[in-house]
């Protein structure tokens, strides 16, 4: 989890230059001035934020010992500790390199001043990263995935992400009518769904040129069926079907012009590796961590793959009309909150605001299923009759964090909403 082991190519900040070149109207240095006000400047720590730097802070101190992850002490706990809420961070050096990044349109950061103290961090402590895999690194633009949710194209990134797993999920459970929210058997099928959904994605999903399964095959109506007939009555321990061939932060914006954009960015687990880049403030993230090492498995490490990847932007349209962007952060929690989100705003018609802040459930493994403290006592009971093993966890975090922009197209209203489990917020201006 920790170390050179895991840290991939960082992509974020080429991301960052190819769509201001392609989309924005300003500058990247203009784009990123903000950001570097924030980093030399400082801002005060909000609640949520808060509490989980400190608990990964006392993780660190316990784990990470060794000299390698140094900076990241020296970066994020500058005084001996993490900073406290309300208090006022800085970090200079973050704002050294996102001024680099701005100035150069990134390029810096993979064949500059940046990429060569990135490259000798790694050969100092033995990581496999090099100058010349960060010269060689592309971002790619890609053509989106969808399936028909009743009437609404919704549409995720494809592999190496794991929106097929939401797509998979929803082309499953299209099939059954749900006359109201708060029963055992939506849950149950909800539940059942995903299942069968992510144990696929754990099978097929990988760097797309590396995948045996094609996504057209799993996303097929036939495929669907197929799957969807294994859902009974009672909970399931989930298999993989022979399908026909053929740390994160997410933002959502949408202007009067009626661009949208749903966007996100992570560093995987924790603060990622571990490792920050001395003098840069950078903290890679640990992303490799999610190869198999089953040579035999789809997504098997090999130099130059990209592995399974969870973060994953989410967008509804409707007669190839923009309805709006959504995501929910959270690792494998991710296409679970797609669409238990989804479904709430289109099957049972609620409004954004109260489609994430309705009770989420995360399934783990087999059978056992995880759900937030507000989750009505009388429908837990039932899915424990039928076969789940239902856990009422505490710390809210295990559920994700999302984020909502819904257009009314008759009227050209835009609703948003936001995450009540952390520091979300809606502006407008």
Excluded: C
Aim: glycine share 10%; no cysteine.
């Amino acid at each position: 989890m920790h170390g050179w082991i895991p840290v991939t190519v960082p992509g974020a900040p080429s991301a960052w230059a190819e769509l201001s070149e392609r989309f924005g109207k300003l500058t990247l240095e203009e784009v990123l001035e903000p950001a570097i006000k924030y980093a030399e400047q400082g801002y005060p720590i909000s609640p949520t934020l808060g509490y989980y730097w400190d608990k990964l802070f006392h993780k660190y101190k316990e784990k990470l010992t060794s000299e390698e992850f140094n900076n990241w002490f020296k970066t994020f706990a500058p005084n001996g500790r993490s900073p406290k809420i309300g208090e006022v961070w800085k970090s200079p050096d973050h704002a050294k390199t996102l001024k680099s990044i701005a100035q150069t349109n990134a390029k810096s950061f993979y064949q500059g001043e940046i990429a060569d103290k990135i490259a000798a961090f790694s050969q100092e402590y033995d990581g496999f990263l090099t100058k010349e895999d960060l010269a060689a690194f592309k971002p790619e633009w890609v053509d989106p995935i969808s399936v028909n949710y009743r009437g609404y194209d919704v549409w995720e990134i494809p592999p190496n992400g794991q929106g097929l797993i939401a797509l998979l999920a929803l082309n499953t459970i299209k099939g059954f009518e749900f006359p109201e929210k708060e029963s055992v058997d939506t849950y149950h099928k909800q539940i059942e769904a995903m299942k069968l959904a992510f144990i696929d994605g754990k099978k097929y999903i990988t760097d797309s040129k590396y995948m045996s399964e094609r996504i057209e095959g799993l996303l097929s109506e036939s495929y669907a069926k197929q799957r969807r007939a294994l859902i009974g009555e009672e909970a399931l321990t989930p298999e993989p079907g022979t399908p026909p061939q053929g740390g994160t932060v997410y933002l959502a914006t949408a202007d009067q012009e009626g661009n949208m954009v749903s966007f996100i960015q992570s560093n995987y687990h924790d603060f990622g590796s571990g490792l920050v880049v001395p003098g840069t403030g950078i903290a890679l993230q640990n992303r490799g961590k999610n190869f198999s090492m089953n040579p035999n498995h789809d997504n098997a490490l090999k130099g130059g793959k990209r592995t399974y990847h969870t973060i994953i932007p989410g967008f509804i349209t409707k007669d190839n009309q923009a309805i709006g962007p959504f995501g929910v952060m959270g690792g494998f929690m991710q296409p679970q909150g797609h669409m238990q989100v989804v479904m709430n705003m289109i099957d049972f018609k609620l409004n954004p605001q109260t489609a994430l802040d309705a009770p989420r459930w995360q399934w783990i493994e087999d059978k056992r299923v995880l759900v937030e403290p507000h989750f009505p006592v009388h429908l837990l009971r039932g899915l424990e009759r039928i076969g789940h093993n239902v856990e009422v966890i505490l710390d809210k975090y295990t559920f994700g964090r999302g984020q909502i922009i819904w257009k009314d197209n008759d009227t050209g209203t835009l609703y948003g909403g936001t995450e009540s489990r952390t520091d979300g917020t809606i502006a407008s201006y």
